[in-house]
């Protein structure tokens, strides 16, 4: 990557790449619930043991 970009160009990609992680905390802390009651748990109960199978 630095050999084709060179020092400057070849940190960018890193340097975008620590920007959008930076917004992580907030996307966790926005959007957290729903992603924990998700739809794909939501249909069972909510809960690994809430659908009966092996994990209850």
């Given at each position: 990557?630095y050999a ?7 940190n960018s ?6 920007l959008?992680?930076?917004a992580?905390p ?9 992603v924990r ?7 069972v ?12």
């Open positions: 990557m084709k970009l060179g020092l400057g160009w070849g990609p890193l340097g975008f790449l620590a959008v992680m930076c992580l907030w996307v966790f802390w926005r959007f957290g619930e729903r009651m998700g739809v794909w748990r939501g249909r109960g909510g809960c690994w043991g809430d659908a009966g199978g092996e994990w209850g």
